[in-house]
């Protein structure tokens, strides 16, 4: 396993992350088996939200019984709208103990927002943000589902009033040519969005890295109806192609080239057997060059 760092963080974090949305209807047995696992592999980073509901308290129990919380980072997202917008000092602080109960911790890492709304003033999230890192709740926090430009502007704010700003960006990052988004207010971020993360170095935490299983050909109506194309189909294809050459599937080539971007990357997986653990953790270590990572994407 391979760690990198984000910004107001002192610690590291597994290049793979591994997202809790899957815990719910397995058997919690099964589900400790495939987290003992991931920790065993070096993984330390759990991916965990307000609306997973009961797999925070799956999650939870598995903690409680390890006794192991010193090497894990939580990201924790919380703000999800529920039918309407969340984005309030009142809504963050009652995500983030809840949170915490579920889980049994009384620290979140790394606080990500589910959803941005657009008509809350970023300066208002960064001062109320800020008061929680004061009162000793969270270390960092971040966006999933912002607009880059979002993300610039909290952090000129913070930068301007000597304040702690976003510690990284949380959208979705696929080989896969996305047609249209998984869920309501959902973003795929753009190439321009990738060229401000290259010219920043942010850290990307992308969701859905391989697609959901659209590089495994999947056949979930709901993968197929949002990343099935004649890209995509052209970008799987290159994809088994170039993992023949190194003994790779195809969705550990996909994985690479999240990992494999100009700016420090890391790949949210939905680890739901031991075997994917196995199989995922292995993709850190795979280098790209820069003209495989175009081919890959652009067929040139």
Not at 110 to 122: C, I, Q, T
Not at 218 to 243: F, H, K, M, Q
Not at 271 to 278: C, P, T
Request: aromatic share 10%.
């Amino acid at each position: 396993m391979k760690y990198g760092r984000i910004p107001h963080l002192d610690k590291d974090i597994s290049k793979i992350v591994c997202g809790t949305d899957w815990l719910m209807g397995v058997p919690p047995g099964d589900a400790f088996k495939t987290l003992d696992a991931y920790l065993a592999a070096g993984g330390n980073c759990f991916d965990t939200a307000h609306c997973y509901g009961a797999n925070s308290n799956i999650l939870g129990a598995w903690l409680k019984a390890r006794h192991n919380h010193g090497k894990i980072v939580f990201l924790n997202k919380g703000n999800h709208p529920y039918g309407s917008p969340r984005l309030t000092a009142g809504d963050t602080s009652s995500d983030i103990f809840e949170n915490h109960y579920n889980l049994g911790i009384d620290h979140t890492d790394l606080y990500v927002f589910h959803r941005d709304d657009e008509n809350v003033p970023v300066e208002t999230v960064v001062d109320f943000m800020n008061g929680f890192i004061r009162r000793g709740l969270i270390t960092a926090y971040g966006g999933s589902n912002w607009r880059v430009e979002r993300v610039a502007a909290a952090n000129a704010y913070a930068e301007k009033s000597g304040q702690q700003g976003f510690s990284c960006n949380n959208p979705n990052l696929t080989l896969a040519h996305n047609v249209k988004p998984l869920w309501g207010g959902c973003l795929t971020i753009d190439r321009a969005g990738r060229d401000w993360h290259r010219e920043t170095q942010l850290p990307l935490f992308a969701w859905s890295s391989a697609a959901r299983g659209y590089f495994a050909e999947t056949e979930d109506p709901e993968v197929i109806a949002s990343y099935d194309c004649d890209l995509s189909r052209a970008r799987r294809d290159r994809a088994n192609e170039l993992g023949a050459k190194y003994g790779l599937s195809a969705t550990q080539v996909a994985l690479a080239w999240v990992l494999n971007q100009p700016f420090p990357a890391f790949a949210l997986c939905g680890l739901r057997k031991v075997s994917d653990v196995e199989q995922n953790v292995k993709v850190p270590d795979v280098t790209l060059s820069a003209a495989e990572m175009k081919y890959l994407e652009d067929g040139e």
